[in-house]
């Protein structure tokens, strides 16, 4: 009787040892992966007129590639009079990101006069080009170029960040 009360729980034994090797090792995920978009970077490449007092700005074209700015206070942090504004707008035209763009019409040079000295003189422009490299926000829709005004500020452009 004792033995075939221990093959009874011998038996018991292994049959429940078997049970839990079967059981999968391999922890369960209950939460979701979080799908991470490598950074983009937004590179706007615009031309400004002037024809007397009559501004306009054009778009060239707009490039997005993967990547990271390394400086991101490269643009002004308070405007003046006769400067640029970036707005970088969602889907709603909330504003996500403001930049400061000095006048790209009016370009400092910097030369030695016939004294030997350092000058620096303001040229005013008609026509110049001038671009932009952002770090695109993943919201990212428009982007919208005001020219600062002393009473106002004027709307130039409006481009759909593709």
Sequence with gaps: MKISHFIKHTFALVFIFTLLSCVGKKPVITEEQQ????????FLN?????????KTITLINQ????????IKDAYNKSATIGDLE????DEDFNTLET?????PLKKTIEFIN?????EKKILALDSVQFSLKLQLHPKSKYAV???IK???TIKHITTKIE
């Design 35 to 42: 799908i991470t978009t490598p950074p983009k970077l937004l």
């Design 46 to 54: 615009y031309k400004i007129n002037q024809e007397d007092t009559k």
């Design 63 to 70: 490039i997005t590639t993967d990547g990271k700015l390394k």
């Design 86 to 89: 970036c707005l970088i707008l």
């Design 99 to 103: 930049y400061s763009i000095k006048n």
């Design 114 to 118: 016939d004294s030997g000295k350092f």
């Design 145 to 147: 170029i005001n020219e």
């Design 150 to 152: 002393e009473t106002e």
